[in-house]
């Protein structure tokens, strides 16, 4: 919070945080931060793509603009892209009267049709991500081989608390790193049976990205980050077959389980 106010400048007019934050999972308090932007005059604008409006309301812990990817958790099945920006009317008419005229703000009626179809059933997706997610992060985080875990639904997450007090529950991401060099973290993401390598969150299946040690996004990332991390989209199969599939997949690579 001292970081974000010292940031702020007389010129400042908005600030954009991103909670949880990808792909760190990284809780920021909505709630402190606004007081800081209305302090300065300015807007605050919270991406809550990983909580979706099921788990986090940002607009009713302060925030003036919410920001979220309907690829992900909104549409959640993978097969439709769009975005949506939330907040009062002054603001999104300004949005419209500028943004869309430079770049354009309207999807195509099948997509469209995919994300509203989708967002009917995101309560019992969310909750169903999040009770898979906190099982599979309770038995990462009690694995010999798994070097670090962050998921907000952890006592042991740095922002826990926070996580407690502004989101209904945790939703379905865990990032964690393994003790093990390049090699044997490729090898143990291709031994993944039921867990899908893919770029993308907010699936019906899982899926899983490894960012290696030497990625250029590293310098932004805590220092367990750095050395290399997994950044795990928990699905909606059941958990016990996900637990399973990263079981045999350690095995596989060579690393200690129990």
């Known amino acids: 919070l001292s970081q974000i106010a010292n940031a702020v400048r007389p010129n400042t007019r908005l600030i954009h945080i991103e909670t949880p934050g990808n792909p760190t999972t990284r809780v920021s308090d909505i709630a402190a931060i606004a007081k800081i932007a209305k302090t300065a005059g300015a807007l605050l604008s919270v991406d809550s793509t990983f909580a979706s409006p099921f788990l986090q309301h940002p607009l009713a812990l302060g925030a003036d603009l919410v920001i979220h990817s309907l690829t992900k958790y909104i549409n959640g099945h993978g097969d439709a892209m769009g975005g949506a920006v939330i907040g009062r009317k002054v603001l999104i008419d300004q949005i419209k009267s500028q943004a869309m005229v430079n770049m354009g703000g309207v999807i195509s009626p099948f997509n469209a049709w995919l994300i509203m179809r989708g967002a009917v059933t995101l ?14 992060a309770r038995f990462l985080e009690s694995q010999p081989a798994v070097a670090f875990i962050a998921y907000p639904g952890l006592e042991s997450h740095p922002q826990h608390e926070i996580a407690k007090r502004q989101m209904k529950m945790y939703s379905g991401v865990i990032a964690f790193g393994l003790k093990a060099d390049v090699a044997a973290h490729n090898q143990f993401v291709n031994a993944l049976e039921v867990i899908v390598p893919a770029v993308s969150i907010g699936h019906d299946e899982s899926l899983i990205v490894y960012v290696g040690p030497n990625d250029e996004r590293n310098h932004f990332y805590p220092p367990e980050f750095a050395q290399g991390h997994l950044r795990f989209s928990v699905g909606l199969e059941d958990a016990e077959d996900i637990i399973a599939d990263l079981r045999q997949a350690l095995t596989q690579a060579g690393l200690s389980v129990i």
């Open 123 to 136: 309560p019992l997706r969310m909750r169903q991500h999040s009770e898979n997610a906190m099982q599979v």
